[in-house]
C-alpha cells in the first residue's frame, strides 16, 4: 500500500525556512494565503490593541503547530560509482 504525497486539504505547519522567532505567522500566513508579513503586522497590532494578551497566544501556537516535516536526504552515491567525483547528471 502506497502513501499519497499530497494531503486532501491544507495543514497548518510551521515551515522551516521562512521563520523570525518560531514560524507561527509565517505558517498562519501560508495557511491563509497571505503574505507572512501581513500576519505578523497583524499580531503586532492585535497585542498592542489587547496590552500584551496576544503575546500569550504565540507560545501556545508555537506549540501546538507542528513543524514542516524535513526535505528528504539526497539520495547516497556509491563510491565504487565511477562518476563518483563528477556532480550529478539532471535526468
Known amino acids: 500500500m502506497t502513501t499519497p504525497t499530497v494531503t486532501p486539504y491544507k495543514q497548518l505547519r ?3 525556512d521562512d521563520r523570525i522567532l518560531a514560524g507561527v505567522c509565517s505558517g498562519i500566513g501560508r495557511y491563509l ?3 507572512p508579513v501581513l500576519v505578523r503586522v497583524g499580531f ?3 497585542a498592542a490593541l489587547t496590552w500584551g494578551a496576544a503575546v500569550l497566544a504565540y507560545p501556545i501556537a508555537w506549540f ?3 513543524e514542516e516535516p524535513a526535505p528528504p536526504a539526497p539520495p547516497w552515491r556509491d563510491p565504487a560509482d565511477p562518476s563518483w567525483g563528477q556532480p550529478p547528471t539532471a535526468p
Open 14 to 16: 510551521r515551515p522551516l
Open 33 to 35: 494565503a497571505v503574505d
Open 44 to 46: 503586532v497590532v492585535l
Open 64 to 66: 501546538l503547530m507542528p
